[in-house]
């Protein structure tokens, strides 16, 4: 039995309990490096190159034309946090088995591609002092149809979507014989497909805008057709009638106007009885001490990018009454602790 180990887990453990250790201060220095690396290793290819190829840091350096110093510091600090191993035979670095299944790109449930999107979130946190002083936001669906950063963000999410998707669409019944489904700013169409392929005959159209559009053509799976627009203009035709409507992870773009106006468009084209899905984050209610520290951390996000505010789970139902729908009905997904599911006829 290793003591030193052991004892030395007990002592930051003791001093964690007792509030001896200044908290702030680790978190505010090594949260950000615990991003950055990992966002700057997946933009170089290192963990692509090491999920294929074990290599020293001289041979990482080398094959991918890297500085060797800051290559090593690069690895070991990746290694400190358990996303590699450093084999002691050669010092070679490798995935960790257990980070594998996340960073190894040929995995099915990777999100090396969402690493890279966020090593975009860096200009917009480093601009939060002036956003919580002045106001304003970055706007990021405001971006040109061809900006490089559509690929990595619908890609990103779509990731994070497969790892879902199969729960989700299991949580929402459709009519018997439907054949018409819309998601709204469904981007990459992943839960759509989802749906598709446990309703036989059912096919998808995905509205979105035109950069989103681009990238989710590339991505979509069986089933779902894509169409160019901007749901929040009166002027675009959604289309119809729908059996069923999807509307995933955008209420939290929008300001209370807007979700009730996209609300009332959304009951003209579903056919009586038809269900709206809602999947998105909701504010926590007041009876909770805190708020789930990611949640919270979501939240503010959502305001850098979009400049709007978490809705609550009573300000969606008052906007599904006011627009015409009934009661919504939340559905367990455990997939997504912090993320609800609601449907609403």
Do not use: K
């Not at 991505?219 to 009638?241: K, N, S, Y």
């Not at 850098?304 to 009661?327: E, K, N, Q, V, Y």
């Amino acid at each position: 039995m290793r003591i030193a180990p052991v004892a030395d887990d007990l002592l930051e453990w003791l001093a964690l309990r007792l509030n001896l250790a200044p908290v702030p201060v680790a978190a505010s220095v090594y949260g950000m490096p615990a991003a950055r690396t990992l966002a700057v290793a997946q933009r170089l290819g290192l963990l692509a190159h090491l999920a294929r190829t074990p290599a020293t840091a001289p041979e990482a350096a080398r094959a991918l034309r890297l500085e060797p110093v800051p290559t090593r510091l690069l690895l070991e600090a990746l290694a400190g946090a358990r996303h590699l191993t450093r084999r002691r035979r050669d010092g070679r670095y490798a995935l960790h088995r257990r980070a594998r299944r996340w960073l190894d790109p040929a995995s099915p449930s990777s999100v090396a591609g969402y690493l890279d999107h966020t090593a975009d979130y860096w200009e917009w946190w480093a601009d939060l002092e002036r956003i919580v002083r002045d106001g304003g936001s970055f706007a990021i669906h405001d971006a040109a149809p061809d900006d490089p950063s559509w690929r990595r963000y619908i890609t990103g999410q779509h990731e994070l979507a497969r790892l879902s998707a199969e729960e989700v669409a299991s949580q929402i019944d459709l009519p018997p014989g439907a054949t018409r489904l819309l998601d709204l700013g469904g981007a990459h169409g992943t839960f759509a497909a989802a749906l598709c392929r446990r309703n036989p005959g059912l096919q998808a159209t995905v509205l979105d805008l035109p950069g989103s559009v681009a990238a989710g053509r590339e991505i979509a799976g069986h089933g779902v057709a894509f169409r160019e627009g901007d749901m929040l203009d009166p002027e675009t035709d959604l289309g119809g009638p729908y059996d069923a409507v999807l509307l995933f992870d955008v209420l939290h773009h929008l300001t209370p106007e807007q979700t009730l106006g996209l609300l009332r468009r959304i009951r003209t084209v579903l056919r009586p009885g038809g269900p709206l899905a809602v999947l998105d984050l909701f504010r926590t209610g007041r009876r909770r001490r805190r708020p789930r520290a990611s949640a919270a951390y979501l939240g503010l996000f959502f305001h850098l990018t979009s400049g709007t505010d978490l809705p609550s789970a009573p300000d969606l139902r008052r906007r599904l009454a006011a627009a015409g729908f009934g009661p919504p009905e939340r559905r367990r997904v455990r997939r997504l602790p912090d993320q609800a599911l609601y449907v609403a006829h």
